[in-house]
């Protein structure tokens, strides 16, 4: 009896202390929570938070064989892959590209020699035809020299013959009345036909004089009629220089054309999407690959438009993702859109009726993720953000 009376007794005792320390848990508990209650509101007054961003690129470049198509042949790159810059993607069969460029070059080779033998033969024409004319003029000029000298000849032996003619009938009439002697008649008349002999010799040589003049002034015509040669060597060869132009154009698009079989990425990135395999025909312009480039990331958050005071341009930003959720990022803000993610919905609310609700709006904040494993961004992932508000 004495023994229960004495357990009771310590338990009266101790009981003001359990209250005691009841007391002060809850009153701490108390504190803890005010504490944390507050750093909650305060954290939600100083930052505008959400949990509806998502990654976006602007470099979502789809990438397929320009200008040409055809079978694919190889393609070294899958999805996910990381590429850089001029990096070979895929290639496509282009026996038909090399054919066309083989073709063309030979054309144009063979153009080309004929354009140096058309310019060969204008060089050699304008020489043959500027001698022939030096040489034709020269002829003419002594032929026409000779040609005066013989008719010079010509006309003093017939004043000769004139005198000598005279001078017989002269001696003829003094021979009759026996005032000469008969020997002075006949020596006159041997001078005559001597000289009238020699006139006929001189107008034979004069002829021929005179057609060699002739012959020499054909030769210069047809020296002259060379130089219509020359021009039309001239334009043979801007023709042909023509052609060869034309040429030369046809094979530089046909030598394009055989690079472009050659799909090559023209930025480093990663491959987002991968469109078609080996084997596949693909046309001229069709999207094989879609690469994304990581230097255009960036974060597209959907703020309430409850949240958007003291939301501005520069506002520091800090962003975890759902993927890693032991990463964090940080960014900044670089623009809040003109308008609403509703605007541009595919079925935008009607009110026209009368019928209304209210909803919040959200409005798209353009966010730049300048901090991190950048690498890790891929675009379409989804996290939550909290944008320091500026007052």
Do not use: W
């Not at 996910?80 to 993607?89: F, K, P």
């Not at 310019?119 to 020269?138: C, F, M, Q, Y």
């Not at 004089?209 to 021009?231: E, F, I, M, Q, Y």
């Amino acid at each position: 009896m004495s023994s229960t009376t004495n357990h009771l007794s310590t338990i009266r005792k101790k009981m003001p202390r359990k209250r005691t320390l009841a007391a002060i848990i809850l009153v701490g508990g108390s504190i803890i929570l005010g504490l944390t209650a507050a750093r909650f509101i305060h954290h939600r007054m100083a930052y505008a938070i959400t949990d509806a961003v998502f990654i976006r690129t602007d470099s979502l470049t789809n990438l397929g064989f320009d200008g040409v198509g055809g079978r694919i042949v190889t393609m070294s790159k899958s999805e996910g892959e990381a590429v850089t810059a001029g990096e070979t993607l895929a290639t496509i069969d282009d026996r038909q590209f090399r054919l066309a460029v083989t073709g063309l070059a030979a054309k144009t080779e063979e153009a080309r020699n004929e354009l140096a033998k058309l310019r060969l033969t204008r060089e050699r024409l304008a020489k043959e035809t500027a001698l022939n004319e030096g040489i034709a003029d020269d002829q003419v000029t002594q032929l026409q020299a000779e040609e005066a000298a013989v008719n010079a000849r010509v006309a003093g032996v017939a004043a000769g013959i004139a005198q000598l003619a005279r001078d017989r009938d002269r001696y003829t009439e003094l021979l009759g009345a026996k005032a000469v002697a008969a020997r002075k008649v006949e020596d006159v008349t041997t001078e005559l036909t001597a000289r009238s002999e020699e006139q006929a010799a001189l107008r034979k040589e004069a002829a021929a004089v005179a057609a060699r003049l002739a012959g020499a002034r054909k030769k210069v015509k047809v020296a002259a009629s060379n130089r219509l040669l020359v021009k039309e060597t001239d334009q043979a060869i801007a023709a042909q220089t023509q052609k060869i132009a034309s040429l030369a154009a046809a094979l530089d698009q046909a030598r394009d054309k055989l690079a472009k079989c050659v799909l090559k990425s023209p930025f480093s990135g990663r491959v987002a999407r991968q469109y078609a395999s080996p084997g596949d025909v693909v046309a001229p312009g069709q999207a094989a690959f879609a690469v994304v480039n990581p230097r255009d990331v960036f974060a597209v958050a959907l703020l309430e438009e409850n949240k958007l005071d003291g939301v501005k341009a520069g506002a520091p930003v800090t962003l975890t993702l759902d993927a890693y959720p032991g990463q964090q990022f940080s960014g900044v803000v670089r623009e809040i859109m003109p308008a609403s993610a509703a605007t541009f919905a595919l079925v935008p609310r009607d009110i026209s009726a009368g019928e209304f609700t209210k909803v919040a709006q959200r409005i798209p904040v353009r966010i730049a993720v300048t901090g991190g494993e950048l690498s890790l961004l891929r675009v379409g992932l989804g996290g939550e953000v909290e944008i320091k508000r500026q007052k």
